[in-house]
Structures are given as C-alpha cells and as structure tokens.
C-alpha cells in the first residue's frame, strides 16, 4: 500500500501481497484493527533493518 509494508510482510511470509492487502482491508472494515496494525508493522520493518 502506502509505506511498503505488504510487500515486505509477503516476502517474510511467503504470501501474495494482494492476500495481505485484503487482509488489512478486511481488519480495518470488520475490526477496526488493521489500522494499527499496519502501523506497528511498519515501525518493526523499518528498525529490523
């Protein structure tokens, strides 16, 4: 999406990056979580390197 962090979940986890990108989606309309989580995600990508 906009900071990277699908593609960089992807390649971790060995998913597509389009599974990733609705997962987020689907947390953020459902849960109001992936938001955060996101976030968060994108803090620990970019202090792991």
């Not at 309309?29 to 938001?35: A, H, I, M, P, S």
Request: net charge positive.
């Amino acid at each position: 999406m906009i900071l990277g962090v699908s593609e960089w979940l992807s390649s971790k986890l060995g998913w597509k990056t389009s599974h990733i990108r609705i997962a987020f989606i689907i947390l953020v309309l459902v849960f109001g979580t992936g938001l955060g989580l996101y976030l968060i995600l994108w803090l620990v990508k970019i202090f792991s390197k």
